[in-house]
């Protein structure tokens, strides 16, 4: 059977957790993509930019060529190129070469000193290359074998390309800034979705601090199919342990109501009476904790304000003959973030056991100081030093230690320890009877 302390909780670190987890994902793979997106583009620029440059030079060499056949049968013709004067000003950045066996080699004004490669190629090769020219400028060549004459002819191109190298420098920065924008939008709009996509998460996770508060006593299962199952068991089990719960105490307090009757006629019989009335004590203490807990729901929240006045007057029902004033001192501020039974069980047998001791007055002190600090005080007869110490002994059974003072208090630590929290006895400065004070800390987030 649940424990009647249970209670059902979410901590918003697991959706929150979640939520970090996909952002983090998005985002590492958001800077793969727009970089891969960022290198891909920038290399693609460079390598269309450098392909049409090439396909240039390759053209002018089949020119100079066709141009330059008569070199292999008679003098040294014009060193230009028809159509373009380029070739003939010293370091211009345009530059060629023609190189056949026998043959001296003709070379282009521009080139001036500065030696362009001059290996041989077979007729049909063809390279691309990449150099540094004269003024340590980026070059591309092109250099391609032909067969002219009848001779094996070697032709070599070359342009400065500079003034383009600049031009894909800025492309690239500026294709960096495209890609940045778009990552940021990318993460804007990521964002947004995750956000939306866990929206029924967080609301899931409040309908559970709804639960835990006692406002509600069920979770909306309007939720992803995903989680829907995981949200339908959970009811399932609230509703299971609120039936548990219920059937447990009814059938503590049906069995109180059946074994009074016989035990009285046992007492006065006369036989075995010592421990029938330690039965019948112990059968009164489960039903005045049955009343006391009242019918709320198993996560409820104690408004202590509304329920004193009937708690009181209960207590000062089954103890009618005493005549006892009950008083008591709550601020409104004092939230009370615990299960409501559970807090009507342990400031009514507090109160129960100060009544029962008590020859007039009773004085219930509640204060919100580090947690929740309730101090009940009786004028009664009280506890000696010695008892008093008994009480305090760690791991003592209250029950045992000092006679009439037993199975109530006992209840009370119990729950006390429930929820981590601290009692303390000791007497009364004002009343001279016995003051019992319980500090509760206030639980973690929900």
């Not at 835990?212 to 609230?238: D, M, T």
């Not at 112990?282 to 006045?309: F, V, W, Y």
């Not at 009773?362 to 007869?381: K, N």
Request: some cysteine; aromatic content about 6%.
């Amino acid at each position: 059977m649940p424990s009647p302390h249970a209670t059902f909780s979410v901590s918003p670190t697991a959706s929150r957790s979640l939520e970090r987890s996909l952002q983090t994902g998005l985002v590492v793979s958001f800077l793969v993509l727009v970089f891969i997106f960022w290198w891909g583009g920038t290399l693609t620029s460079r390598l269309l930019a450098e392909s049409s440059v090439h396909a240039r030079l390759a053209k002018e060499g089949h020119a100079l060529v066709q141009q330059r056949s008569s070199f292999l049968h008679g003098p040294l013709l014009q060193n230009h190129l028809a159509g373009n004067t380029a070739y003939d000003i010293p370091l211009s950045g345009r530059y060629y070469r023609m190189d056949s066996p026998n043959q001296r080699a003709i070379v282009s004004r521009s080139s001036w000193e500065f030696p362009l490669p001059d290996s041989p190629l077979e007729p049909g090769v063809q390279q691309r290359l990449s150099d540094r020219g004269p003024n340590n400028e980026p070059l591309l060549l092109w250099r391609g074998g032909f067969q002219a004459g009848g001779a094996p002819v070697t032709v070599t191109v070359a342009e400065d390309i500079s003034a383009i190298e600049k031009r894909w420098q800025a492309f690239r920065m500026f294709f960096a800034l495209l890609s940045f924008v778009l990552l940021l939008a990318l993460l804007a709009v990521q964002s947004m979705i995750v956000r939306h996509l866990l929206a029924p998460v967080d609301a899931l996770r409040e309908d559970l601090r709804r639960v835990e508060r006692g406002e509600i006593k069920a979770v909306s299962e309007q939720v992803p199919s995903e989680i829907a199952p995981l949200v339908q068991e959970f009811n399932r089990l609230l509703v299971r342990f609120e039936q548990r719960l219920r059937q447990s105490r009814n059938a503590a307090g049906n069995l109180a109501h059946a074994l009074k009757g016989p035990l009285n006629l046992l007492m006065r019989g006369g036989e075995g009476s010592q421990h029938a009335e330690r039965i019948a004590q112990l059968i009164d203490s489960e039903l005045t904790r049955a009343r006391l807990a009242g019918r709320g729901s198993a996560s409820q929240r104690l408004n202590l304000s509304d329920e004193l006045p009937a708690l009181c007057g209960l207590l000062q029902q089954v103890y009618s003959d005493k005549h006892i004033d009950i008083r008591y001192n709550i601020p409104t501020d004092v939230v009370w973030p615990h299960d409501r039974q559970d807090m009507l069980e342990l400031i009514g047998n507090l109160l129960d056991n100060a009544v029962k001791w008590a020859e007039s007055v009773v004085i219930l002190t509640v204060r919100h100081v580090d947690g929740i600090r309730l101090e009940v005080e009786d004028d009664g007869p009280g506890v000696s030093a010695a008892q008093l110490r008994q009480l305090t002994e760690r791991g003592a059974r209250l029950d045992e230690s000092v006679a009439g003072h037993g199975l109530g208090l006992s209840i009370v630590k119990d729950i006390v320890n429930t929820y981590q929290g601290n009692l303390e006895f000791s007497r009364s400065s004002r009343l001279g009877g016995l003051r019992v004070t319980v500090l509760l800390n206030e639980p973690g987030p929900a």
